[in-house]
């Protein structure tokens, strides 16, 4: 697997800032990381889909996958450091819009109703020189503990077949298979899955 290093270097600074064996620690994202986070993402998508998608669908996978600003906004997205780089991001969503970036169609940023809707999760990418330490399983805990602390019962999202493996390994069930059709003529694969959260009812 080839991952841009430049690119890499680029968004964290040099690499000897951050020993790998550091624990990992999270806080929530700031609009000053939206530099960091996009090329991460970026580099996330074309070094980690590409096990699952073929090279059409993995470019065609940046118009339903990115950044929502909208969730640093809610305080609702979640970085993973190593020392001071960021190895991971993530979040979830008290508002309707199930997957996609600032730039995808479709969205709905209505509010969601703890107690007849499930929170969405949102949004995760690893940075992929820390892909399987763990970063994406902390995140997800992160939504979950947050999002049942406002009230929560279950949280739902759509799955890239990169980010299926990690969401089956936390107790997520599949509940539909679709595609997602792009302007390049080209369909993504996705999946629906859910998860009940918070104390038993
Ligand atoms: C999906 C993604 C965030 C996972 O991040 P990660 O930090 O590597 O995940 P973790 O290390 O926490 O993995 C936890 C478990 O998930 C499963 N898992 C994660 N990635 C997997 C893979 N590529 N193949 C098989 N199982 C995988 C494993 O059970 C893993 O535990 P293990 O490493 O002890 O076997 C990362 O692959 C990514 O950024 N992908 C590209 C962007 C993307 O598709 N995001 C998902 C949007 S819905």
């Known amino acids: 697997m080839s991952v841009d290093i430049a690119e890499i270097g680029g968004i964290v600074g040099p ?10 620690t999270h806080r929530l994202a700031r609009r000053e990381d939206v530099a960091t986070l996009r090329p991460l993402m970026a580099a996330a998508i074309r070094a980690l889909l590409p096990q699952f998608l073929p090279p059409e669908a993995v470019e065609a996978s940046f118009e339903v996958m990115g950044l929502d600003t909208q969730l640093i906004e809610d305080d609702t997205y979640f970085v993973v450091l190593c020392d001071r780089v960021i190895a991971g991001c993530g979040g979830w969503s008290r508002r309707a819009t199930l997957f996609g970036g600032d730039h995808t169609l479709g969205r709905d ?93």
């Open 109 to 201: 940023d209505s509010l969601l109703d703890p107690q007849l809707d499930a929170a969405r999760v949102r949004a995760m990418y690893t940075r992929p020189d820390f892909a399987r330490r763990g970063v994406g399983r902390r995140v997800l805990e992160l939504c979950e503990q947050a999002a049942a602390a406002e009230g929560f019962r279950r949280a739902q999202l759509v799955a890239t077949l990169a980010g299926e493996p990690l969401y089956r390994a936390c107790g997520y069930q599949e509940r539909e298979r679709f595609e997602a059709a792009t302007s390049r003529g080209v369909a993504v694969a996705l999946v629906r899955m859910d998860k009940a959260i918070g104390p038993p009812s």
């Open 15 to 24: 690499a000897e800032t951050c020993l790998m064996t550091s624990p990992l």
